[in-house]
């Protein structure tokens, strides 16, 4: 098991866009808060991804490598469509974020996270960072497969 | 993916207890029918379990081993109490039965488990089988967790 301590920033410009992208696909055997169950795919790997209940930005996580072929069989059992993105990931000032930017129903969307060895640790801000969002369970991957971008005021308001 | 053709039924009479119990403890991070995901600890091995929706005895499944000390962290953040039960298996006539006595609020409920090559293959009933249940979604194990036997009629006309 290990502890993942994440928080996750909106993207604003294109500074961010210069860094190679790669795709994931990914779903939700199960999107309950207290238990999330993910099956992910990127490229030739996949894993299967289990993670608690979240305590302020920090939440338990168990992460196995699977088949592909199995990967592809699960993400068709999964609860709502799979998730589309690309990933980018960028160091700034000895701290790598990921930077996801969706597609499909959740086009628009782009987000930053940074891993943190604790949740108060100090981190620089890249110029393309913008407002926090660890906190709004909106943008959470597991809730963005059921109410997708594409459906909120901030979307129709850029639109 | 393997694919799980099962009959299940109750059991019995005493012939089947001469065969050595193994303990099992079993958790759900999600008891939905169209994706259950198991967690299950046998001694010191433990694996995670994930089988799609049955039609008819046949079921997708998916298991692959992970390691005990993160089964048993598993389990706490499961949906509903640990399911626990002891395990025999019963050879008989050449085929391979799973005798499951379980405990806790679900004691007094034993059923015999046979995996077939297909639905309709045919197979000798052993002298402790009784009627089969396959199609009773109350004696999932899934189910179990949740609306253990010992809140069941039958149950408690036994009593």
């Known amino acids: 098991m290990g502890i993942e301590i994440e928080r996750k920033f909106l993207v604003v410009g294109d500074g961010w866009r210069a860094a190679p992208a ?13 238990r999330t ?3 992910r795919v990127v490229r030739d790997q996949a894993w299967l991804t289990i993670k608690g209940v979240s305590v302020g930005a920090t939440r338990a996580e168990f992460e196995y490598p699977i088949p592909v072929a199995d990967a592809e ?28 930017e969706f597609q499909g129903d959740n086009a628009g969307l782009v987000v930053a996270e940074i891993e943190l060895p604790s949740e108060d640790a100090a981190f620089e801000r890249p110029g393309w960072l913008g407002a926090e969002v660890t ?25």
Chains 1, 2 share one sequence.
């Not at 790669?22 to 207290?34: F, I, M, S, T």
């Open 22 to 34: 790669v795709p994931y696909a990914q779903g939700y055997l199960n999107r309950d808060k207290l």
């Open 135 to 159: 906190h709004d369970a909106r943008y959470f991957n597991s809730s963005l497969a059921t109410a997708p971008y594409c459906t909120w005021p901030e979307a129709r308001a850029r639109a």
């Open 37 to 39: 169950v993910r099956v």
């Open 73 to 100: 069989q699960l993400l068709a059992l999964c609860d709502g469509p799979v998730v589309r993105k690309t990933r980018r990931v960028i160091e700034h000032a000895g701290a790598k974020w990921e930077v996801d």
